[in-house]
């Protein structure tokens, strides 16, 4: 009779456990928002993205952060993941935003090598949350640094690479905050880019 309550009490606890004890934490999954970018006159008669190229931590889908006061110690959130793998997240985004800005009469993410077109390799060099020690509760940033490789042809030497960077304060709290902040940081590089795009094509007046 004893043994019998004993196995019964404890079948109440784990199913207490199981079912009305601590929270077990959910997964939460972010895409990157849409990529926007002002209207060009077309310069170019092709532009091919090449796939983004990362790293390490990068190269993974968890999202990863750093203290403000331990800048070089990277860290990952358990829970919070992004969607696709930042490399796809980001060469989609790259596609987007230059497709819409107008600066191409074709942009693609092919592997076939046309001739006569300019070439973009990206590299991930930094895309994670800032966390600041400014006495501020949840203060953040999102930093963002994306080395691109510009060439003329398919096989040329780079006719140049550049490392550009961004940093965006999110409007508020939320990881989805933080997620809309890369986004503008994704939007204020590409701007930069095309811009450093255009330069070229007037200095040059040949494949750029």
Not at 155 to 163: R, Y
């Amino acid at each position: 009779m004893f043994k019998s309550l004993s196995v019964l009490c404890l079948l109440g606890l784990l199913t207490a456990c199981g079912l009305g004890g601590a929270n077990v934490p959910q997964s939460h999954f972010y895409r990157l928002p849409s990529i926007t970018l002002p209207a060009q006159p077309q310069q170019f008669s092709h532009l091919v993205i090449r796939p983004v190229q990362a790293n390490g931590l990068y190269h993974e889908r968890t999202m990863l952060y750093a203290e403000q006061s331990q800048p070089l110690q990277l860290q990952r959130y358990h829970y919070h993941l992004w969607a696709e793998k930042p490399a796809e997240l980001i060469g989609k985004a790259l596609y987007q935003g230059l497709h819409s800005s107008g600066l191409a009469a074709e942009i693609s993410r092919e592997l076939l090598q046309p001739e006569q077109a300019v070439y973009i390799d990206t590299r991930i060099e930094q895309f994670e949350r800032l966390i600041l020690d400014d006495g501020m509760a949840d203060g953040v940033k999102v930093q963002v640094a994306l080395q691109f490789t510009v060439r003329g042809t398919a096989h040329s030497d780079a006719d140049w690479v550049k490392t550009y960077t961004a940093e965006v304060s999110p409007s508020g709290q939320r990881m989805h905050d933080s997620v809309e902040a890369f986004g503008r940081a994704l939007q204020q590089i590409m701007q930069q880019l095309v811009a450093d795009l255009l330069v070229k094509k007037q200095a040059t007046n040949v494949a750029f």
